[in-house]
Structure formats: C-alpha cells, structure tokens
Nanobody, 126 residues
Framework: VQLQASGGGLVQAGGSLRLSCAAS????????IGWFRQAPGRAREGVSC????????YYADSVKGRFTTSSDNAKNTVYLQMNNLKPEDTGVYYC????????????????????WGKGTLVTVSS
C-alpha cells in the first residue's frame, strides 16, 4: 500500500488549495482514504475520510463546510479541496489508507501505518 500526497504550498488566509493523494499497490476501492495534518509542535490530527467504494465522507468539525474530499477511482487518486483557508490550517498534510470499505472515523489507529507516505506542506499566511 503506497500513498503520496502533493499539492501543498503557500496561500493567504481566505485562499484555496487542492491536495492530491495518489495511490498504488492495492485495490483502490477496497480501502477508505483519510487525510491528516500535523502542525509544528502538535499531534497529528484527522481532517477527513472518504470511502472510495461509495463516496461517503467524514469530516473533522474544524473543517466542515470549508474542505471537501473526493475520489477519482479511474486515476486511483483522492483529492482534498480546501477553501477559506485559515492560518490554523497550516501544517504537513498526509493521506493514509484504512483497510475497510467505509470510514470508521479519524482516529489514527484505524489506518494502515505502512500506508503513510511523505506529506505535503500547507502554509496559510494571515
């Protein structure tokens, strides 16, 4: 199971970014894909999750209404559209695979530790 996040960058508060998570090495729609982030000096936290089987989604309260996750199964890719970004959204963003058809939640223990790839840095300036 291999995942690689990309698409990070520097953006002003109120701006938008779209992250991509490219998957390989497994049957894509056998897994749910989660997005996580880690700010400097803070623990990694869950942001969103999507079932690539039926498209159902789950979001952390802090990003509801601003972030949208989607999947393109033909490309084995999951996206995270981030709108109205805030400085507190700054951090390294990672994607990870949950070995289940549907999202169980955003706790780290649901996700395959071997699937974490290198993250992508998002910096939101005020």
């Amino acid at each position: 199971v291999q995942l690689q996040a990309s698409g990070g960058g520097l953006v002003q508060a109120g701006g938008s970014l779209r992250l991509s998570c490219a998957a390989s090495g497994f049957t894509f729609d056998d897994y749910a894909i989660g997005w996580f982030r880690q700010a400097p000096g803070r623990a990694r936290e869950g942001v969103s999750c999507i079932s690539t089987l039926d498209g159902s989604t789950y979001y952390a309260d802090s990003v509801k209404g601003r972030f949208t996750t989607s999947s393109d199964n033909a490309k084995n890719t999951v996206y995270l559209q981030m709108n109205n970004l805030k400085p507190e959204d700054t951090g390294v963003y990672y994607c990870a695979a949950e070995p289940d058809y549907y999202c169980s939640g955003l706790d780290l223990h649901y996700y395959d530790m071997d699937s974490w790839g290198k993250g992508t840095l998002v910096t939101v300036s005020s």
